[in-house]
Nanobody, 122 residues
Framework: QVQLVESGGGLVQAGGSLRLSCAAS????????MGWYRQAPGKQRELVAA???????NYADSVKGRFTISRDNAKNTVYLQMNSLKPEDTAVYYC????????????????WGQGTQVTVSS
């Protein structure tokens, strides 16, 4: 089994910053890519940013220039640095990973964290 544990959410004023972390643990053979999604009340879950094992990144247009995704492969951890936060960034942020497990079936992008709340006040 594979677990993803997120941390770093909270309440911040508009213009502020937060850093989210997501650590993967368990019976892992390899981590192919990791990413962050978010879901605001009444809206669909959307991709925020993703990063491959080689460091290639992609971002939602709404966060380009403000958010930075990075990863520490040695720690099986992905980070999301969020700067210049806006009230519309308020959402539950979920970590997602494309993990090849050691002893169970591979499901592409099948690992999810429990979510962490980010609230940006105006």
């Amino acid at each position: 089994q594979v677990q993803l544990v997120e941390s770093g959410g909270g309440l911040v004023q508009a213009g502020g910053s937060l850093r989210l972390s997501c650590a993967a643990s368990g019976k892992i053979f390899s981590i192919n890519a990791m990413g962050w999604y978010r879901q605001a009340p009444g809206k669909q879950r959307e991709l925020v940013a993703a990063i491959t094992s080689g460091g290639s990144t992609n971002y939602a247009d709404s966060v380009k220039g403000r958010f930075t995704i990075s990863r520490d492969n040695a720690k099986n951890t992905v980070y999301l640095q969020m700067n210049s936060l806006k009230p519309e960034d308020t959402a539950v942020y979920y970590c997602n990973a494309d993990i090849t497990p050691l002893y169970s079936d591979y499901v592409p992008w099948g690992s999810w964290g429990q979510g962490t709340q980010v609230t940006v006040s105006s």
